[in-house]
């Protein structure tokens, strides 16, 4: 699995519309064969900060990925609208195809 989070520092101007503006290639991304997962979210501490998290099946679906129509419109559109060139990690996990888990926090009742 190919894990992603990218780190989006958006023009003030820009972060009301951010999620309509990448909205369709949300939707486009989560329908490639190769995506597992492709989730957005919002800072709590700054609202012009946006995060991506999203995994790949493996290099191939990753590369397929950037090659895709809908990832260079996205990549056009997002450059005007973002303060700072992004921050990414990405990192490859083997044997992995999604998420886990996690052992410490599970359901109760109040």
């Known amino acids: 699995m190919i894990f992603i989070t990218v780190k989006f520092p958006v023009r003030p101007e820009r972060s009301a519309d951010w999620m309509d503006l990448v909205d369709e290639f949300t939707r486009a991304t989560r329908r490639e064969p190769g995506?597992?997962?492709?989730?957005?979210?919002?800072?709590?501490?700054?609202?012009?900060e946006f995060f991506l998290v999203e995994a790949f099946r493996d290099g191939e679906a990753g590369r397929e990925h950037?090659?895709?129509?809908?990832?260079?419109?996205?990549?056009?559109?997002?450059?005007?609208?973002?303060?700072?060139?992004?921050?990414?990690?990405?990192?490859?996990?083997?044997?992995?195809?999604?998420?886990?888990?996690?052992?410490?926090?599970?359901?109760?009742?109040?």
């Open 35 to 48: 995506n597992l997962f492709f989730e957005w979210s919002r800072s709590v501490d700054n609202p012009n």
């Open 66 to 110: 950037v090659e895709s129509a809908h990832f260079k419109q996205a990549v056009e559109a997002m450059s005007y609208a973002v303060a700072a060139t992004p921050q990414i990690v990405s990192i490859e996990v083997p044997d992995r195809e999604g998420w886990d888990l996690m052992a410490e926090v599970s359901p109760r009742e109040a």
